[in-house]
């Protein structure tokens, strides 16, 4: 139920099981267990699954017994889970089922459909392990060392019953394996020889006239790869071997699939053909003439006297399961995908590995096609047998090239923020043979020798082959085409030491090739090389993390680190003493490895969950202590490791805890460029928080970074030294020591001319800057102002949302608001609140705010935009808190205004805000009760606001602790009280004690508010008390 579907089980395109004899014997296998399983095990039964089986069931209510309870349609189970849900309930056409002791009592009642109901099961739940037990327990299924990982989460899960089930259900996945095993390993299957001669034979058939048995017999592909199969390689993984056309004298074209397993119909395969034709249409026949008999009777009756089949010589040796060729032979990358009963024939591939010449399988031809006088044609078919050089024969066994996904799956899911490298990119092949250097030809000779050469022969032709250029493609391609990375990767499972350092010093080589790396890691490469790690050979240790460091280039590749546990093994790596003043020729080679472990945890770091393992696998102190090498080739991998795990916040914790900073700014001072962009990078990513910013004062690193901005030809460099002093600004006593060091004119002279990652860092620190009102100044001195009104024209969000604070910050510079005014910077901020990203409209309705404060005749700018006070208004509706702050706080200020309170006014804005009252955040409770008191002061708002049922949530605002709620509200409430209807609602809201707790403020402002409003009150109520004494 977990590997047995997986590996065993043949599925359609659609998802279903396939109606096959493995998959008959397969169910039959369940239902037995499922059946007894209540017998047996009747405590473990009990157990309540983690998720409910759910199926779509050909049962009705009539079906069940007395032991539920039955509701028209619906039936329930009375014993319920700790929840209260049901252990069984059927709604028409669905039934969901919580234990084993319900799934047994379902089976028995659905009598004779029981076999189905087990098939729609397993169907519409493709990995009940996981629903049964959970996905913790369901990864260790996947496993050979299963029994010691489950008794780890016995003791961390305490529940013996679910590990004991756990056992229960591995052990029956065991058995299915087994059975499959045997069933395989009994079969005799085809072969591209065997069809081949088959295929000629009826070809034969087809001459002769009108008294011809076949019309035509023909292939779909003309194409025959070097294993004799002409099936796409994707297609050999399912071990099928090609596809034919063949046109019957009496019925319809037939369309036949030929595979190791047999012949049967397919949906249709004519020319390359849609995924859908390759699906099984018939049962399974042993050979062509079989499926013609039973499906041609003219082919029949003119064969009837003859056995049509090739019978099959005595001998001990099966034949061999057919080899796929690499999908790469074909210049296209290989697909992904499930490789059904990969495990099954690996297992069988390694039993009957040919021992000896002539033990291969021989076919002998019937009598039927000797008395055609066809013998001469054919004659015995010989399987060859599989090729390897002496040091592989005595200590591996060729592997299938298995892709990656076919191992167990764990709950895995990278980071949405990680980018894929590498896309899958269209393959450069050169036009022809022709066209093909001499050493590619050269190297596909040596590979051929690697193939059959003893131990010596394959340790010279590796010294030979490191002769030439691997860095060159044409070099890498020629060792793939011809197998060759298959033959390097099985050396890494032999004991002999020279040959694996040979192969992997290739394998480090080519692997820089993406093409490559993917199929390594297609073939299982990576995880080959990553026991390498465990190595007491120290050069193979480092060479093998040095591999590793190339191929883990993509994210498929690191997840598999990971998974097989990769990412300790690297970590362990790095235990060494790097410095030391001098250094043993030992000690030395334990740097190498660390540097090389090092480097493969670099390019393993790109991803979340790597980085999480990093840290807890005990790599940051190890890290740390690296770092303090004197060595720049040791220190650019330790870095760049830190720095892009420093995305994270507790690995920036840890580089604080551990006292890394200090080294971090001292290696700023280096001349290596690399270096110093990856210490800046570091910087930059741990300086959000504040005390790392003061540790980079503290040790003196603000000046570096200054410096390294006249590098400004390295633009990663760059990059990262303004980063870094972006959030180092971002502290007041930082900010003091960079306008000390000149910072500010220098990074104003690059807001031109730069990428963006380049401008996104610069702009921020120019932001950074501007808050000073000394800055805005200087930045108008060096023509500032139109280089950040330039930038408001991009596309970049991450660079609008920096440039919008920035142009704010300047614009509360009257003088520097008249130039950007004059250069249509408003418009252009304005025009930005139409940007898709919450982030732009929020940055950009805050940097209105100052513009219309200072600008001369702001009432007039702000009627000049067409259509601009209704985009504010809309934005109103949006449902982001940071949004509808900065609106409201626009709006404040555009309802000073008169004429725009008016247009407002129409827009609908006063319902808008009113609908926003009810809102629980303090940022937002502040401006929004800022506009709410300007849009007062137009015609009937204050009714309107007291209509739209704005003055009770207003009235709660002044319990918030926030002294600015306070006070933006208690001016909207003296507002408001100027209207009647609205006074009594607050004096039912209990306005009054807040408001004369409020009057006792210092606030002079706030005094002559809180009184006004509590005056309003008195008013109106001495007013009705008249009122009463007249009447």
């Known amino acids: 139920m977990g590997s047995s579907l997986t590996r065993a089980a043949q599925w359609t395109s659609s998802g279903k099981l396939e109606l096959t004899p493995m998959n008959e014997s397969l169910l039959k296998e369940v239902l037995r267990f499922v059946e007894e399983f209540s017998s047996r095990h009747p405590q473990e039964a009990e157990h309540v699954f983690e998720e409910p089986l759910r199926w779509s069931t ?32 059927l709604s028409p056409a669905t039934v969901y089922v919580r234990s084993f002791s319900q799934l047994s009592r379902l089976v028995h009642l659905a009598d004779d459909k029981k076999l189905e109901e087990v098939q729609a099961c397993l169907e519409e739940n493709r990995d009940p392990v996981v629903k049964i037990l959970g996905p913790s327990f369901a990864s260790i299924l996947e496993k050979h060392d299963a029994h010691t990982d489950v008794l780890s989460l016995e003791d961390k899960e305490g529940d013996q019953g679910k590990v004991k089930l756990f056992l229960l259900l591995q052990n029956m996945d065991n058995q299915l394996l087994s059975k ?46 070097s294993n004799g199969c002409r099936a796409p390689p994707w297609r050999q993984a399912l071990n099928e071997i090609c596809y034919l056309v063949i046109e019957p004298c009496d019925t319809e074209t037939l369309y036949i699939t030929c595979s190791t397993a047999g012949v049967f119909l397919n949906g249709g395969i004519k020319q390359g053909g849609e995924e859908s034709g390759y699906e099984r249409a018939s049962d399974t026949y042993e050979d062509l003439g079989t499926l013609l008999k039973s499906t041609s009777p003219h082919f029949a009756g003119n064969t009837n006297e003859q056995d049509f089949a090739v019978q099959e010589l005595p001998s001990t040796q099966k034949i061999q399961h057919v080899e796929p060729v690499d999908a790469e032979e074909q210049g296209q990358p290989q697909r992904s995908y499930e490789q059904q009963e990969k495990n099954v024939h690996e297992k069988a591939r390694q039993q009957h590995a040919p021992n000896k010449a002539g033990g291969g399988k021989k076919y002998e031809l019937c009598p039927w096609w000797k008395n055609l006088g066809l013998v001469s044609l054919c004659g015995y078919v010989m399987i060859p047998p599989v090729k390897m050089c002496v040091c592989q024969q005595s200590h591996i066994t060729l592997r299938p090239k298995t892709p990656a996904a076919s191992v167990p799956v764990d709950a895995f899911s990278e980071s949405s923020a ?120 120290k050069d193979l240790r480092a060479l093998a993390a040095e591999t590793i460091a190339n191929v883990a280039r993509f994210r498929r590749a690191r997840r598999t680190v990971r998974r097989y546990g990769g990412i300790k093994k690297l970590v362990k790596l790095l235990d060494c003493v790097p410095n030391l003043a001098s250094l043993t020729a030992n000690q030395e080679k334990d740097v190498e490895v660390a540097r090389c472990g090092a480097l493969a945890l670099w390019s393993c770091s790109k991803s979340t969950k790597n980085k999480e393992a990093i840290r807890k696998a005990g790599g940051v102190f190890l890290l740390g202590r690296l770092l303090k090498s004197r060595h720049e080739d040791m220190l650019i991998p330790v870095v760049g490791t830190l720095q892009e795990c420093a995305s994270e916040e507790s690995f920036r914790v840890a580089i604080q805890t551990e006292g890394m900073i200090k080294d971090l700014v001292q290696n700023l001072r ?96 120019v932001g950074e800057f501007a808050q000073i009102p000394a800055n805005k100044a200087t930045i108008r001195k060096c023509g500032g102002i139109k280089s950040l009104v330039n930038l408001l024209i991009g596309t970049n969000q991450a660079l609008l949302v920096n440039v919008t604070k920035a142009v704010g910050a300047c614009a509360t510079d009257m003088d520097n608001m008249a130039i950007i005014d004059k250069l249509d910077g408003v418009r252009l901020v304005w025009s930005l609140l139409k940007n898709p ?195």
């Open 670 to 765: 280096s001349d290596n460029d690399e270096l110093q962009m990856h210490c800046a990078s570091a910087i930059f990513k741990c300086a959000e928080d504040k005390l790392t910013r003061d540790l980079v004062r503290k040790y003196s690193g603000l000046q570096p970074l200054v410096l390294l901005l006249s590098k400004a030809d390295n633009k990663q460099l760059l990059a990262a030294a303004t980063g870094a002093i972006w959030k180092c600004s971002i502290s007041m006593e930082n900010m003091a020591k960079f306008q000390e060091y000149k910072a500010l004119e220098t990074l104003v002279g690059l807001l031109t001319d730069q990428p963006e990652e380049v401008l996104v860092n610069v702009v921020g620190a």
């Open 58 to 89: 050909t049962l009705v209510a009539s079906d069940f017994k007395t032991d539920y309870d039955i509701s028209d349609s619906d039936v329930q189970s009375h014993e319920k889970d700790s929840e209260g849900h049901p252990l069984l309930q």
């Open 418 to 537: 990680e980018s894929e490298e590498e896309e899958e990119q269209p393959e450069r092949r050169a036009e022809s043979n022709t066209d093909l250097p001499p050493e590619y030809w050269q190297i596909q000779k040596l590979v051929k020798y690697l193939k059959v050469g003893d131990q010596t022969a394959t340790v010279l032709t590796l010294c030979a082959m490191m002769d030439f250029n691997l860095m060159q493609e044409t070099c890498q391609l020629a060792i793939r085409d011809v197998g060759g990375l298959e033959v390097l990767i099985n050396l890494l499972d032999t004991d002999e030491v020279k040959c694996k350092i040979g192969s992997l010093k290739i394998l480090r080589k080519i692997s820089h090739n993406v093409q490559i790396r993917r199929t390594i890691v297609d073939m299982g490469g990576l995880q080959s090389i990553m026991k390498i790690l465990d190595s007491p050979v």
């Open 180 to 225: 499959c095993l045997k069933e395989i390993d009994g079969r005799v299957g085809l072969d591209p020889g065997a069809v081949k001669s088959e295929v000629e034979l009826l070809k034969r058939l087809c001459s002769g006239g009108e008294k011809r048995v076949l019309k035509s017999v023909r292939y779909t592909s003309d194409y025959v790869f």
């Open 837 to 1031: 990203s919450a982030d732009v409209q929020a940055s950009a309705a805050w940097a209105l705010c100052p513009c219309i404060k200072n600008a001369k005749d702001a009432g007039e700018m702000v009627r000049s935009l067409v259509g601009g006070l209704e985009l504010i208004v809309n934005l109103l509706k949006s449902t982001n808190n940071e949004v509808l702050a900065s609106i409201c706080a626009a709006i404040a200020n555009i309802a000073r205004d008169k004429e725009n309170l008016a247009v407002l006014t129409d827009h609908g804005v006063v319902q808008l805000l009113a609908k926003l009252t009810i809102t629980t955040d303090d940022r937002l409770r502040h401006h929004l009760a800022e506009a709410v008191g300007h849009c007062c002061m137009w015609g009937s708002n204050r009714a309107s606001f007291g209509d739209a049922g704005a003055v009770a949530p207003l009235v709660h605002y002044l319990k918030s602790k926030d002294k600015a709620v306070i006070k933006s509200t208690t001016v909207a409430l003296y507002q408001l009280s100027l209207d009647p209807n609205n006074i009594i609602t607050m004096y039912e809201r209990g306005v009054v004690k807040p408001l004369v707790h409020i009057m006792g403020s210092d606030d002079e402002m706030l005094q002559e508010h809180a009184a006004g409003c509590v005056r309003n009150i008195r008013l109106l109520a001495l007013a009705n008390k008249k009122a009463e004494l007249f009447h």
